[in-house]
């Protein structure tokens, strides 16, 4: 069974307006230019991402090994068929994502201040 999509927290509460969110050389990200770290917990927009990435990456893992196992002979073709559309899925899920997330970064690049 396809298991349930988990709410995404709100970031707001992690960056309060005015604040301006940018990477340090470094890598550390920063809030307001002021050189302080923006908070990292589990509901940050790193941790979020970071954990869709592994979801993806595990459902492309889980695919191949039942897709392998149908092969061998020790899973239905069924599993490996479902499986195989579970990680289809997920990853036109996350192209699409990302399609969106470059749109509307390069729509508040191409604004006149």
Excluded: R
Excluded at 75 to 86: F, G, K, L, M, P
Excluded at 92 to 104: D, I, R, Y
Aim: no cysteine; net charge negative; aromatic share 2%.
């Amino acid at each position: 069974m396809i298991p349930a999509i988990p709410p995404i927290p709100s970031i707001s509460s992690a960056i309060t307006l005015g604040n301006v969110v940018a990477p340090t050389p470094g890598g550390a990200i920063t809030a307001g230019g002021a050189g302080t770290p923006v908070a990292q917990g589990p509901g940050s927009f790193q941790n979020v991402l970071g954990q869709a990435i592994d979801a993806l990456n595990g459902t492309t893992n889980n695919a191949t090994t039942v897709s392998l196992q149908a092969a061998a002979g020790t899973a239905s073709v069924a599993d490996a068929t479902i499986a195989t559309s579970e990680a289809d899925l997920a990853t036109q899920l996350a192209s699409a994502v990302t399609s969106k997330a470059v749109s509307a970064f390069n729509t508040i690049m191409n604004m006149q201040l």
